[in-house]
């Protein structure tokens, strides 16, 4: 079974730049959840995706974040400026379901804002 | 805001000898996960155990909850170098914001 993929791996921007990041979640899956994980901290939930509606956002800074899942399949998250504090790895993980099951994570970006 | 948090926030120890983590969580729960990451790399599922159990068994790796305190631990038995990594909790819901909530982590060190 593949896992989950993300790219690109190392993204180094300025600040007031523009950045996406992809990810391709396992086949089936209906949850998608992104994570942002600064040094030494925990994962912390951006968004959660059930297919392609948004379950939970509350976390998003939207101002300067988005993050769609077309087709309920791939998603992408943006960020839109670049901030120096969003300096961090960017998981992307899926479930089979939104119940707070066992979530499968990529191997994340890792934003570095100049 | 963090649901869980673990306790040490570091741990160092030899290879052989057994590491235990514990997480203290806020909220009410339907489940507790244990995840483990690797240096540079993404989150592995370790073990879920549900609000209804007490203790779980995989391998090395044993589990408590005990609802009551809002709070479980990790053990791993006879640890090896390869155990190096940082541990995180993860809090599971059914109900309301159902995703996974995680703690700050635990960084264990074997040294070989």
């Known amino acids: 079974e593949a896992g989950v993929a993300q790219s690109p791996r190392y993204k180094i921007i300025e600040k007031r730049q523009s950045v996406a990041f992809w990810c391709n979640p396992i086949s089936g899956h209906a949850t998608l959840y992104w994570y942002q994980q600064i040094l030494g901290q925990g994962p912390k939930l951006l968004i959660q995706?059930?297919?392609?509606?948004?379950?939970?956002d509350s976390q998003l800074p939207k101002d300067r974040f988005s993050a769609e899942r077309l087709k309920g399949v791939d998603s992408t998250l943006k960020i839109q400026p670049a901030k120096l504090e969003d300096s961090a790895v960017y998981l992307c993980a899926s479930s089979l379901t939104e119940r707070g099951t066992e979530a499968f994570f990529g191997q994340g970006t890792r934003l570095t804002v100049v | 805001s963090q649901q869980g948090e673990e306790d040490p926030q570091a741990l160092s120890i030899q290879e052989g000898e057994n590491a235990t983590m514990n997480c203290s969580y806020k909220t009410s729960i339907n489940n507790l996960q244990w995840y483990r990451q690797n240096s540079g790399r993404g989150l592995v599922h370790l073990i879920l155990i549900r609000s209804n159990e007490r203790e779980k068994h995989s391998g090395r790796l044993r589990v408590t909850l005990d609802t009551s305190k809002k709070s479980s631990s990790l053990l791993i038995t006879a640890s090896r170098a390869a155990d190096t990594a940082s541990y995180f909790c993860?809090?599971?819901?059914?109900?309301?914001?159902?995703?996974?909530?995680f703690g700050s982590g635990t960084r264990l060190q074997v040294q070989p």
């Open positions: 995706f059930q297919n392609n509606g948004v379950v939970d």
């Open positions: 993860a809090t599971g819901k059914y109900t309301g914001r159902r995703a996974l909530t």
